[in-house]
């Protein structure tokens, strides 16, 4: 079993900053990927960032510039850094790890951004 387990989420202001993390555990020999996903209300899950072992980083159009993915692999934990946010960033956010053949979900963590 993986756990994944978030925290840093709440509530903000337009414009605030807030960084979210992640720690992964359990038996989590051979993670191929860690990110960040969200979900906002009537919306589907979508990709945020992930970033492999290789260091290769995706981010969607909507947040490059503006928030920042790091891991420390010493921790298997997995941030995301979030600058300039704004009210559409609202949504529950979910760490999201790949073990061949297989993806993991934590729970989710909200972040509501007032204006």
């Known amino acids: 079993q993986v756990q994944l387990v978030e925290s840093g989420g709440g509530l903000v202001q337009a414009g605030e900053s807030l960084t979210l993390s992640c720690a992964a555990s359990?038996?989590?020999?051979?993670?191929?990927?860690m990110g960040w996903y969200r979900q906002a209300p009537g919306k589907q899950r979508e990709l945020v960032a992930t970033m492999t072992n290789g260091g290769t980083i995706n981010y969607a159009d909507s947040v490059k510039g503006r928030f920042t993915i790091s891991r420390d692999n010493a921790k298997n934990t997995v941030y995301l850094q979030m600058n300039s946010l704004k009210p559409e960033d609202t949504a529950v956010y979910y760490c999201w790890t790949y073990i061949p053949l297989r993806a993991y979900w934590g729970r989710g963590t909200q972040l509501t951004v007032s204006s």
């Open positions: 359990g038996n989590i020999f051979g993670i191929a990927a």
